[in-house]
């Protein structure tokens, strides 16, 4: 039992001494890591392009069954760069229902975002709805596989297809889920990936961007390094984006993790569902049977009348015992400056997802012991 988990141990409903956190914290060995570490220093290669990023791009490109995969300082400038090496001017569709950093991306790479709604249901964009939002401007349409589950690659695919449109994914939540069998990575023209510390696959920080398309590739491999080694793309855009040896190191052990973790993943989020189960107005997100997840998040949908209590209510007595569950995505990108300027259509399902969403903790930091507690406080909480 750790020091947390004791204050907990005659009342599971005491809380937690120290913040419990909603973020990912999956780390391999130390002992692992010094080991990798040492050979960084032994070597004197610590960023530019050395051996253990080039190492990376191969097991990436592997991992995911794709032509390309080109790693970088961060998924945010995954993204710009995915959709400045597009070379394009005008309109991006995006969902609102995202983490700001995909549209802040649009914004960095001289391109316009415009909010488009989600599903209900899977909370990603669809091809009906992006169609309903392409104008003359419209470029390029930027889905978001929200909680690794994917956002319509086929309906997209054939849609950007017939309109002339690029295509591109934030998959910062999709390291390892598939869609229809087929792993997330090599759909449209090119996807982006995170290595946060929070999400399932940990470089500190760190990014990839994968594309089965070899002008596209060598065009990103040109725009991550400001140094020009020949004249091959001197009309692209550069920008420093790359990855650290460190950060590699640790994305490389991680990435020997990742089937652990993920499975680690999986037994935490039947544990919640398991231990929840039966309170009226709690709906967990669901995985659809077939295909592969990394199960990075557990989300459930609360319904006020149902449970009782508004969802920040809820939030607020886990918060009081240091349970730091969050409301995700919340508020909306469409709300916060400087998007909440444009002029964005009625987003009924964006809001309603904003108002009814939570995210529990999870990964490895969060034992049986930590989700015992966690569901007796919500348990608590709503029968109070
Ligand atoms: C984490 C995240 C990002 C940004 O990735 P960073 O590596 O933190 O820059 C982008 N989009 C989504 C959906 C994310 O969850």
Same mark, same amino acid.
């Given at each position: 039992m750790t020091e947390n988990e004791k204050r907990s141990a005659t009342d599971l409903t005491n809380g937690f001494d120290t913040p419990l956190h909603v973020g990912q914290l999956n780390l391999p060995s130390v002992d692992a890591f010094e080991v990798a570490f040492k050979g960084i220093f032994a070597r004197q290669f610590f960023t530019n392009h050395g051996p253990l990023e080039q190492e990376l791009d191969a097991a990436l490109a592997s991992y995911f069954g794709v032509r390309h995969a080109v790693s970088v300082v961060n998924g945010t400038v995954a993204l710009m760069i995915a959709l400045q090496t597009l070379d394009l001017r005008g309109e991006v569709i995006v969902p609102a229902f995202t983490f700001p950093a995909t549209v802040q991306a649009i914004a960095w790479a001289g391109l316009t975002p415009v909010f488009c709604d989600v599903d209900p249901h899977t909370?990603?964009?669809?091809?009906?709805?992006?169609?309903?939002?392409?104008?003359?401007?419209t470029v390029a349409i930027l889905g978001v596989h929200v909680w690794g589950r994917a956002a319509d690659p086929d309906g997209l695919e054939l849609l950007a297809r017939e309109r002339g449109l690029k295509l591109v994914f934030d998959a910062a939540h999709a &390291?390892?889920?598939?869609?229809?069998?087929?792993?997330?990575?090599?759909?449209? *023209? &090119?996807?982006?990936?995170? %290595?946060?510390?929070?999400?399932?696959?940990? /470089? %500190?920080?760190? /990014?990839?961007?994968?594309?089965? *398309? *070899?002008? $596209?590739?060598?065009?990103?491999?040109?725009?991550?390094?400001?140094?020009?080694?020949?004249?091959? /793309?001197?009309?692209? $855009?550069r920008l420093n984006a790359k990855i650290s040896e460190a950060q590699a190191a640790m994305a490389l052990l991680s990435l020997d993790h990742l089937d652990q973790w993920t499975e680690d993943n999986r037994h935490r989020y039947e544990r919640y569902r398991r231990e929840l189960q039966g309170i009226p107005g709690l709906y967990f997100i669901d995985y659809c049977a077939g295909e592969r997840s990394n199960y990075q998040s557990v989300?459930?949908?609360?319904?006020?009348?149902?449970?009782?209590?508004?969802? *920040?209510?809820?939030?607020?007595?886990?918060?009081?015992?240091?349970?730091?569950?969050?409301?995700? %995505?919340?508020? /909306?990108?469409?709300n916060i400056p400087p998007f909440c300027d444009l002029s964005t259509k009625e987003l009924p399902v964006t809001d309603e997802l904003c108002r009814t969403l939570i995210q529990l903790p999870t990964g490895q930091m969060v034992s049986d012991r930590h989700i015992a507690i966690v569901c007796a406080t919500i348990r608590a909480a709503v029968s109070a």
């Open positions: 909370q990603t964009i669809t091809a009906p709805l992006a169609a309903a939002a392409i104008t003359a401007n &390291v390892g889920c598939t869609s229809r069998g087929r792993l997330i990575g090599g759909f449209g *023209d &090119v996807e982006a990936f995170s %290595f946060h510390a929070t999400k399932i696959l940990n /470089g %500190f920080e760190g /990014g990839c961007i994968t594309t089965n *398309d *070899d002008g $596209l590739a060598a065009r990103i491999r040109v725009a991550r390094s400001f140094h020009a080694d020949d004249d091959a /793309g001197a009309s692209i $855009l989300v459930l949908r609360i319904c006020e009348e149902e449970l009782g209590m508004p969802r *920040d209510h809820l939030l607020r007595i886990l918060e009081s015992k240091n349970i730091l569950a969050r409301k995700y %995505f919340s508020p /909306g990108v469409h």
